[in-house]
T-cell receptor, first 113, second 112 residues
Framework: AAGVIQSPRHLIKEKRETATLKCYPI?????VYWYQQGPGQDPQFLIS???????DKGSIPDRFSAQQFSDYHSELNMSSLELGDSALYFC????????????FGQGTRLTVV | GENVEQHPSTLSVQEGDSAVIKCTYS??????FPWYKQELGKGPQLIID?????GEKKDQRIAVTLNKTAKHFSLHITETQPEDSAVYFC???????????FGKGTTLSVSS
């Protein structure tokens, strides 16, 4: 079965640079969630989109923005990167009509140097 | 906002034993409680979930129980196997499209 696809899998950026992470949800899923996971920590919710509209917002820094496009893929844009932004970034998707089951991608490991 | 507490943080069992992980939540509006298994370097994998209108759910060796009054839910794994070794996270949400709030995770080690 098709899963959530994230790209790139690994990304190395320098401080103050910009990064764009992409997420392709499971086909026909209408909701996308973004999470940040530091080493040894639990996933922290950043933001979610349902039918291309922001549906919930968590601890997303003002330097980050995200959107969901007409084909339901989503992008997380991160600017003025800081060393503390180094983490695993996960995207998850769900189909609201089927309930809340959220399926996660394999993540993007962002390293800021 | 919602706060999810998870215990224990580490759990070591012998192969064939049972493992129990417990979580409590603070927001009575939460109505969906999934459990995820995460292996090193991989994304969280949904293993079982329960909704607030159900008290117990079982899937082979895995079961989850929910006590809405006490605001706690538990994961039970029977006949543990070495491949069950991973980090397990509980989570809670208000429903479809809303954030999953995770517990801090439990590192389960199953030794043969």
């Amino acid at each position: 079965a098709a899963g959530v696809i994230q790209s790139p899998r690994h990304l190395i950026k320098e401080k103050r640079e910009t990064a764009t992470l992409k997420c392709y949800p499971i086909p026909r899923h209408d909701t996308v969630y973004w999470y940040q996971q530091g080493p040894g920590q639990d996933p922290q919710f950043l933001i979610s989109f349902y039918e291309k509209m922001q549906s919930d917002k968590g601890s997303i820094p003002d330097r980050f923005s995200a959107q969901q496009f007409s084909d339901y893929h989503s992008e997380l844009n991160m600017s003025s990167l800081e060393l503390g932004d180094s983490a695993l970034y996960f995207c998850a998707s769900s189909l609201v009509a089927r309930g809340t089951e959220a399926f996660f991608g394999q993540g993007t490991r962002l390293t800021v140097v | 906002g919602e706060n999810v507490e998870q215990h224990p943080s580490t759990l070591s069992v012998q192969e064939g034993d049972s493992a129990v992980i417990k979580c409590t939540y603070s927001d009575s509006a939460s109505n969906y409680f999934p459990w995820y298994k995460q292996e090193l370097g991989k994304g969280p994998q949904l293993i079982i979930d329960i909704r607030s209108n159900v008290g117990e759910k079982k899937d082979q060796r895995i079961a989850v129980t929910l006590n809405k009054t006490a605001k706690h839910f538990s994961l039970h794994i029977t006949e543990t196997q070495p491949e069950d070794s991973a980090v397990y996270f509980c989570a809670a949400s208000h429903g479809a499209g809303t954030a999953l709030i995770f517990g801090k995770g439990t590192t389960l080690s199953v030794s043969s």
